[in-house]
């Protein structure tokens, strides 16, 4: 199979990077366009990308000249790592240019006719595309994935709604790599936890309800979802403790077995960037831990631990998710392999 081109708007970011690093190891993708900010606009890749990953910059993007973002220029399928202040605007110009943008970004995660896309989860929900153009005269068309502690928190849900949850109330301990470079000041979060971050609540109590919900989003799911997230000193790894109630309560072993057993689309598929398993359950007392555990699945893996009965809610637990690889970019390269599986890419 010939490679398919690929681009990325917001390529030197902290999401960008895990694009650039992903995609140059990709079987099926060939990334031949990278797209910022006029600050690094006409710059090689290397010259303005702060490289934060153990990894080094693969050699076929280093010298590469930064371009603008301007719809019509690279190939049709562009990944998006665009802070939000820009990406409404650019990702639609680009969608309504007939480029397909497979985004992270919030702007478009809760419009109606956008999927708001977890593969294993909700593939079905692509079927919004055909209304999607014919509503917003779009020749392209954009498909997000979601906030990166959300991805985490419906993962771990999902095998979980054949028993009828009716609540969740989750706290998170979200890593400084989710708050991009050069992100939260180092005054303020080492040795510290700090407990606010914006917009992040509001966006996991409402996306989760769209990925589990129907009719491609549009009926969310019937559950309360209550949400404190917290910033700590972590480098990569969202981690969140999570208590959930049940309309019919299961065992804790029902529990455990939903979630080991619990595979979509891309472990059906063998789609490349695919966990198999997509849930990891660890029995140990002390884990998930991020240091430990981020990096299961080529970080495409969630890791539940300690599930055990709440005596205020039905049963509680441990997961986690690295949010730069499973929380967006990773999550936005799966996306893609899904659509181009299901030959809504070309
Ligand atoms: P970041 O490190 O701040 O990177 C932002 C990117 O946007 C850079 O490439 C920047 O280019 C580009 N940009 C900024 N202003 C622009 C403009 N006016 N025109 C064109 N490009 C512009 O942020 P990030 O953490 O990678 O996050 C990127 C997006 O992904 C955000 O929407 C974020 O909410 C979302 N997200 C992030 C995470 C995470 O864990 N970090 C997880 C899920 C989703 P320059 O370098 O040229 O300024």
């Keep these: 199979m010939d490679a398919i081109e690929v681009g990325v708007l917001g390529a030197t970011g ?3 990077q895990q694009f650039v690093s992903r995609l140059a190891r990709h079987p099926w993708f060939r990334c031949t366009w990278l797209a910022a900010s006029e600050r690094s606009v006409g710059k090689p890749y290397k010259s303005v990308a702060p490289w934060k990953l153990t990894t080094p910059i693969p050699g076929g993007s280093a010298g590469r000249i930064v371009e603008a973002c301007v719809p019509g220029k690279g190939p049709k399928v562009v990944f998006s790592g665009l802070d939000a202040s820009v990406a409404g605007e650019i ?16 702007n478009f995660r809760m419009d109606p006719l956008v999927p708001l896309l977890i593969p294993e989860i909700n593939a079905d929900h692509l079927k919004l595309l055909g209304e999607q153009r014919r509503s917003k005269g779009w020749s392209g068309a954009i498909v997000t994935n979601p906030n990166c502690s959300t991805i985490v928190l419906a993962m771990a849900l999902a095998p979980l709604r054949q028993f ?7 706290s998170t301990m979200q890593a400084v790599s989710g ?12 040795g510290n936890v700090v407990p606010f971050i914006s917009g992040e609540e509001e966006k996991m109590e409402s996306e989760t309800l769209k990925i589990l919900g129907t009719d491609g989003g549009r009926v969310p799911y019937s ?30 072993e029902a529990i455990k077995e939903a979630m080991r057993t619990f595979a979509g689309k891309p472990q059906e598929l063998w789609l490349p960037s695919a966990p198999q398993p997509p849930i990891v359950v ?27 009965e709440c005596r205020v809610m039905h049963a509680k637990f441990v997961a986690l998710g690295h949010n730069t690889v499973r929380g967006a970019a990773g999550a936005a390269i799966l996306n893609a392999e899904l659509m181009h599986a299901e030959g809504t890419l070309q």
């Design 14 to 16: 902290v999401v960008g």
């Design 91 to 106: 990702e639609g110009a680009f969608a309504k240019a007939g480029h397909i943008v497979v985004s992270n970004a919030r």
């Design 164 to 170: 009828n949850i009716r609540g969740v109330v989750v």
């Design 179 to 190: 708050a991009g470079y050069p992100g939260v000041p180092s005054l303020d979060i080492l």
């Design 223 to 252: 559950a309360v979802v209550s949400a404190h997230t917290n910033r700590v000193p972590v480098f990569d790894g969202h981690t969140m403790t999570v208590s959930v109630a049940f309309e019919n309560k299961p065992s804790i």
């Design 282 to 308: 660890n029995e140990e007392e002390n884990r998930p831990q991020p240091r430990l555990d981020v990096n299961l699945g080529d970080g495409m893996a969630i890791t539940v631990g300690r599930v055990r």
